[in-house]
């Protein structure tokens, strides 16, 4: 008697259970093709316009595969906050890249880190130097470099792309290492850049075939093809760059010569790290800075300088609104923020109207997830859609600071803040945003108060259009573009030699 009920006891049961766990589908996106997945269907001359199609297609999440690996793309900040923010212990990892992370060993640096213990102390080591009383120390260097630049920028104004490359640069420098560099060509530049350019190819798909077959990176070395003798090259060339500027404040510190720094004042305050070693903690979590910061902040002053060119109405604005308040007596310091609202809403434009890290810096999932319904299968990569956030709305093409003025003044706007989404999200968020705004700042403040941007000219007097295009890549440059860049007036003029005798480019602090 008892055996009858078993079956209909059992077989309910069975029958939830499987409900339960009936595999989740992923979330929408385009068609995908035997093993190569959506591999061609990513224009590499302009992977947005497909990015922001599927955005309209799928709405905020989409899913790709390329070559056997999950992709995932965000296009809202729902799914951003719920998952970098609410659910961060899964999704605070970076993809796991084997020929650079693993092999090269760029994986000790805290952008690519991925060991939590140590990660977290390099982000403390970062909150230290750059929070907010870190970054106060810095404010004095960031206006002498910015008197520095504007003198630059006046003997040669054609030359405007290469001088915020430089400015942006030596900013980090000597800010990370107290390094002064007089020029682009300088070798710790060069071997950034060699270093950055080795981590593009390296997230590339196809560029290392141990990056689709990770146990290839146990052939030995005598084996043809093997990676082993092209890890080891690079992983000398990384050491070099990460050692070699550390060491040197190390020296300099040694010999009471040390120049003010990030690296010089942890290493004379070291904190505690919880058992691990501390200069190792250290010397990685600097070694990012450059590349991490440098870019960015060059990418923003060139769109500046676009976006003045081509928006005249607004640089009229926040002229007026600087000339109300200095009154042609002094540069703008960080301490008149606060007075110039018109000022703060064209730079938080700047950010919207070109994203310099447009999908930002990607994460991966740890563990299989399930978001409204959809599987996020561990190991995903996502991919924040930063650039389409930015252009969400009716404000596509347009540049409006006002749009941001509106938010705070009434509330009427519901355009999200740029600053809530352009320095990335949750544990992950940018730990050197604080810098590169007080940077920004003073540098875009310092820029209209001295010159006017206008289109160029040619030599029948007529304006050279600009075309606002930018290159494709994990960070985003202007194309070059021309411009004219001119003193405002004969009385700027006076007020930048002077303010350059105020500001002596040497000195402490
Ligand atoms: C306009 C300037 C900048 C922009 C737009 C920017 C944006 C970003 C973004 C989007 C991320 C990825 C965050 C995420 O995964 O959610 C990031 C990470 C990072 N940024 Fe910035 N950044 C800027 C300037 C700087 C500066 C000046 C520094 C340092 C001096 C810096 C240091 C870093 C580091 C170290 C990371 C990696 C953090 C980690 O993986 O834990 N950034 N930044």
Redesign the pocket.
């Known amino acids: 008697m008892i055996s009858l009920w078993i079956p209909l006891i059992v077989a309910p049961l069975l029958l939830a259970i499987r409900l339960v766990r009936r595999p989740r589908p992923l979330p929408p996106g385009p068609r995908r093709k035997p093993i190569i997945g959506n591999l061609f269907d990513v224009p590499l001359q302009n992977p947005f316009a497909a990015f922001d199609t599927w955005r309209k297609q799928y709405g905020d999440i989409v899913y790709l595969e390329v070559l056997g690996n999950s992709i995932v793309v965000l296009n809202g900040m729902d799914p951003i906050t719920e998952l ?1 923010e609410r659910r961060a212990g899964n999704y ?1 990892h ?1 993809p796991v890249v084997q020929m650079v992370g693993e092999l090269m060993g760029i994986n000790r ?5 991925n060991n939590d213990k140590v ?1 977290r102390q ?2 403390k080591l ?1 909150a230290i130097a ?1 929070g907010p009383v870190g970054a106060k120390q810095y404010i004095p260097l960031q206006e002498r470099l910015v008197a520095l630049f504007l003198s630059e920028l006046e003997e040669r104004p054609g030359d405007f792309m290469g001088l915020c490359e430089l400015a ?1 640069a030596r ?2 420098l000597e ?2 290492y107290g390094i002064s560099i007089e020029n682009m060509e300088n070798p710790y530049i060069k071997e950034a850049e060699d270093i950055f350019e080795l981590v593009r190819r390296g997230v590339q798909p196809g560029a290392y075939l141990v990056d689709f077959i990770p146990w290839l990176k146990h052939v030995p070395a005598w084996v043809p093809f093997s990676s082993q003798a092209t890890a080891a090259r690079g992983r000398a060339q990384v050491e070099a760059f990460v050692n070699r500027p550390f060491e040197s404040v190390k020296t300099q510190m040694a010999a009471n010569t040390a120049r003010p720094s ?1 690296v010089a004042s942890l290493l004379s305050d070291r904190s505690d790290v919880e058992g691990l070693d501390f200069e190792e903690i250290l010397k990685w ?1 600097a070694s ?3 590349d ?3 870019e ?2 060059a ?2 002053l060139k769109s500046f300088i676009m976006a003045m060119a081509l928006h005249p109405e607004a640089q009229t604005m926040a002229q007026q609104e600087l000339d109300t308040l200095l009154n042609g007596s002094r540069l703008p310091t960080l301490d008149d923020r606060a007075s110039l609202p018109y000022v703060n809403v064209c730079i938080k434009e700047i ?1 919207r109207w070109h ?3 447009p999908l ?4 991966r999932a740890e563990k299989d997830d399930i978001y409204n319904g959809y599987l996020i299968p561990r190991g995903s990569i996502i991919l ?1 859609n ?1 650039r389409g956030i930015a252009e969400e709305g009716d404000h596509l093409t347009r540049f409006t600071p006002e749009i941001h003025l509106n938010k705070y003044a009434d509330g009427s706007s519901d355009a999200p803040d740029p600053l809530s ?13 604080l ?3 007080n ?2 700042f003073i540098f875009i403040a310092s820029i209209l108060t001295v010159f006017r941007i206008t289109k160029d000219i040619d030599s029948d007097g007529n304006e050279i259009p600009i075309d606002p295009k930018f290159q494709i890549g994990l960070m985003s440059h202007p194309e070059p573009f021309k411009c004219r860049i001119v003193v405002r007036s004969p009385e700027t003029k006076k007020l930048l030699a002077n303010q350059l005798l105020d500001r002596p480019i040497r000195g402490g602090g």
């Not at 640096?109 to 880190?113: M, Q, R, V």
């Not at 930002?360 to 994460?363: C, E, M, V, Y």
């Not at 992950?428 to 945003?433: E, H, L, N, T």
Request: aromatic letters at 12%; a positive charge.
């Open positions: 970098f605070s970076r640096s805290i952008g690519l880190n990660w390099q982000r970062a750059l942006a900013l980090i800010i990370t990030l979590a990012t800075m450059y991490a910061g440098g960015s902040t990418i923003t950010y994203v310099a890290i930002g810096l990607p994460r924040p930063i989404y352009v320095f990335g999200f949750g544990r992950r968020a940018c730990p050197g945003k810098l590169a705004e940077s920004l």
